[in-house]
């Protein structure tokens, strides 16, 4: 039943709304996938769960290239939640998490190219450079790093609008909700 205040709490777009939950997901997964893609044994299962990291990588960049050009061009725009710090560490975040998003994912797409991996069998990229394993290392433990840190600012972020809701219950997480 809807009250009075979640009828006046200003809300997303439908599109910003899907955008931003559909990433979310989208981060969760890859992350998880990315954690545990070596517990899968070398060879058909490891390909095929690499696979379907690239396959959701790839995904993930047109939903984060879908959202940005929405958001600049037709997202609504709501004014700052909380004023005084609360709002600038909220901006803040935002903006570091869409930088994260967007780094990641392009360390990922270069990381495949680096290693010049298998795609599901059917074919593998190729390599970027010949020997280059220091090359290799250092991209895999940078869209590593870049995803551990996205991950820990997006569950920062999940964090912050669930104590909107149930502590302050200020109507913020009303906000993005469908």
């Known amino acids: 039943m809807a009250t009075a205040t979640d009828q006046t709490t200003p809300r997303y777009d439908r599109a910003t709304i899907l955008f931003h939950w559909l990433t979310a997901a989208l981060i969760a997964l890859l992350w ?3 954690e545990t893609i070596d517990w ?3 060879g058909t299962p490891r390909i095929s769960v690499r696979s379907s990291h690239i396959l959701l990588g790839a995904l993930l960049l047109c939903v984060a290239v879908a959202r940005i050009l929405w958001r600049l061009n ?3 725009r709501l004014p700052a939640a909380q004023p005084g710090w609360e709002g600038v560490a909220a901006k803040v975040t ?3 998490l869409y930088v994260l998003l967007v780094a990641t994912v392009l360390l990922g797409a ?3 190219w680096v290693r010049g991996d298998k795609f599901f069998g059917l074919f593998a990229f190729p390599k ?3 020997g280059g394993d220091g090359l290799k290392s250092t991209v895999e433990e940078l869209h590593s790093l870049s995803a551990n840190i996205l991950g820990g600012l997006a569950c920062l972020h999940a964090l912050a609008a669930l104590a909107h809701h149930f502590v302050k219950r200020d109507g913020v997480l009303r906000r993005m909700l469908p």
Request: positive net charge.
């Open 110 to 112: 270069l990381n495949v």
């Open 128 to 130: 970027l450079m010949a």
């Open 94 to 96: 935002h903006n570091a």
């Open 32 to 34: 998880m996938i990315g």
């Open 40 to 42: 899968f044994p070398r």
């Open 74 to 76: 037709h997202g609504a």
